[in-house]
Structure formats: structure tokens, C-alpha cells
């Protein structure tokens, strides 16, 4: 499995954007990059994955570096909801497991 | 999709018990996981059912943990004789495998807190 690092935390304020990081160095050519967030007490929750190109989707947008050895999450705006632990995930395709590491707690105030 | 659900939410118990959760995943996912979660630290994989075949399991599921799917719908994870350090959020997903070879998303239930006494 790909190592990956990760803030231990970051701040921001409500309706700022946040831009989360996340260096896979390690990554294979064949890895997806999985973004997940776990609200408290919940179970973690799909955000968004890529392979090369940048992505958009409702939730965020995520911007893989040329190399593919880092990657950035982007909430264009960020809300009090959007405070959660963020996990970055380099993960094979078509191979199921998620391998998730400490990720970044992300505190949003308003 | 009336989303991932897992019974009981929470459950306290002595050690040496045995203990049972379920979980019932999104109708016609063919893929469930087991996860397990300790305070502080991101879900650690313990195995995966594609239909009702187990295809892998972690080292970290010991002899005392056993996880079933019959007939390839919900689920179970069995602990036997409880330990004090298997206190933890068992945590359960399932997706549907894509055919196309992109990864599939995985969506998690609201997890079972078990506290071992």
C-alpha cells in the first residue's frame, strides 16, 4: 500500500475555502485517489477519487499533482457540516480494500 | 438506498462473552466489509465478502473473530471470549463491484460501539 501524509489538523472559517493535503509519494501507476470524511460519530463517508486529471464533483474538488505524488482536497466553502476527519486513500482499481491512515481533523469556525 | 444499517449501535459486555453484530448493506451490493475503529485512528480492514464468499481477511481478525454471509445479503462478525482491547467502533460498508475496473465507493453503516468491561 502506497504511504500517505497527512496534516494532523487544520482551521478554517465558515464559507472560506480549504484546500486539505496530502503527499502519496509511494503511489503506484495504477492507484486511485480516494477522498473520505468521517463526521463525528458517523461512519465514514465517500467524498471523492481521481487518477491523473482534476476532478469536480457536488461535494469538492480534488487536484492531483502532475507527478501524482500529492494531491489537494478543495472546499470551495467550507460549512460547520464540513467539519470532519478527511482521509486521503491511494487504492487499486478494482482492489476493494481501503487502507485509511490518521487523515485530518478539520475544524471549521463560524 | 436506505443506506448501510448495523444492529446494535452499542453494546457493552463482559470480558469472556461472545458477542454478535449484524449488518445489513445497501440492497444489490454484492461487496460488504468488515472495519474496525479505535479512538484516534482511521478504520483499520478486517475482511470482505463479494456475494457471500469471505475473499479476504486481515491478520488482525484473530481465531476469535469469525464473519458470515449466508445466502449473501446481511451479515455478521462473531467475537468469542471477548477481550478488553477488542473495544472498539465495528464499523460495516458495502458496494457494488463495477465491471468497468474503476474503483468502487464503498458506504459505511453508523458503526457498532462495543465496549468490553
Known amino acids: 500500500d502506497a504511504k500517505t501524509t497527512q496534516p494532523n489538523s487544520m482551521e478554517s472559517n465558515e464559507e472560506e475555502p480549504v484546500h486539505l493535503p496530502c503527499n502519496h509519494s509511494?503511489?503506484?501507476?495504477?492507484?486511485?485517489i480516494h477522498w473520505y470524511r468521517q463526521l463525528p460519530s458517523q461512519g465514514p463517508e465517500y467524498v471523492i477519487h481521481g487518477l491523473t486529471s482534476n476532478v469536480n464533483n457536488r461535494m469538492a474538488s480534488l487536484a492531483i499533482a502532475e507527478d501524482r505524488k500529492s494531491s489537494t482536497l478543495i472546499l470551495h466553502r467550507a460549512t460547520l457540516r464540513d467539519a470532519a476527519v478527511y482521509y486521503c486513500i491511494p487504492a487499486i482499481s478494482g482492489y476493494s480494500t481501503l487502507t485509511f491512515g490518521k487523515g485530518t481533523m478539520l475544524l471549521v469556525s463560524p | 438506498d436506505t443506506g448501510v444499517s448495523q444492529d446494535p449501535r452499542h453494546k457493552i459486555t463482559k470480558r469472556g462473552q461472545n458477542v454478535t453484530f449484524r449488518c445489513d448493506p445497501i440492497s444489490e451490493h454484492n461487496r460488504l466489509y468488515w472495519y474496525r475503529q479505535t479512538l484516534g485512528q482511521g478504520p483499520e480492514f478486517l475482511t470482505y465478502f463479494q456475494n457471500e464468499a469471505q475473499l479476504e481477511k486481515s491478520r488482525l481478525l484473530s481465531d476469535r473473530f469469525s464473519a458470515e454471509r449466508p445466502k449473501g445479503s446481511f451479515s455478521t462478525l462473531e467475537i468469542q471470549r471477548t477481550e478488553q482491547g477488542d473495544s472498539a467502533m465495528y464499523l460495516c460498508?458495502?458496494?457494488?463491484?463495477?465491471?468497468?475496473?474503476?474503483?468502487?465507493?464503498?458506504?459505511f453503516g453508523p458503526g457498532t460501539r462495543l465496549t468490553v468491561l
Open positions: 460498508a458495502s458496494s457494488r463491484r463495477t465491471l468497468s475496473g474503476l474503483p468502487d465507493t464503498q458506504y
Open positions: 509511494t503511489i503506484s501507476g495504477t492507484d486511485y
